[in-house]
Nanobody, 115 residues
Framework: QVQLVESGGGLVEPGGSLRLSCAVSGITFRTDTMAWYRQAPEKQRELVATITTNGIAVYDGALEGRFTASRDNDKNSLYLQIDNLKPEDTAVYYC?????????WGQGTQVTVSS
């Protein structure tokens, strides 16, 4: 049974940092390109970053520089470090396979950036 469990979100002031985590089970994690997504209020879910099986991360162009995706294949886990957080980063963050995404999606982790 596939399970995606995101954690690490919270309320952060602008300029702060967060490290999100995602625990994955039910797939052969080390052989799959994975991804981080986010969905802001009243907006479509968008791709934040993909990360290949050997840890090469590619970011949405507008986000590159503040986001760092990584993975630990031994722990079946993904991570997303977000630095210099901005109010527009407020969203629910999800992890999933890059393509096709697994269903059901996890519950996500809420990141709120506000002073």
């Amino acid at each position: 049974q596939v399970q995606l469990v995101e954690s690490g979100g919270g309320l952060v002031e602008p300029g702060g940092s967060l490290r999100l985590s995602c625990a994955v089970s039910g797939i052969t994690f080390r052989t799959d390109t994975m991804a981080w997504y986010r969905q802001a209020p009243e907006k479509q879910r968008e791709l934040v970053a993909t990360i290949t099986t050997n840890g090469i991360a590619v970011y949405d162009g507008a986000l590159e520089g503040r986001f760092t995706a990584s993975r630990d294949n031994d722990k079946n886990s993904l991570y997303l470090q977000i630095d210099n957080l901005k109010p527009e980063d407020t969203a629910v963050y999800y992890c999933n396979k890059n393509y096709p995404p697994l269903t059901p999606w996890g519950q996500g982790t809420q990141v709120t950036v506000s002073s």
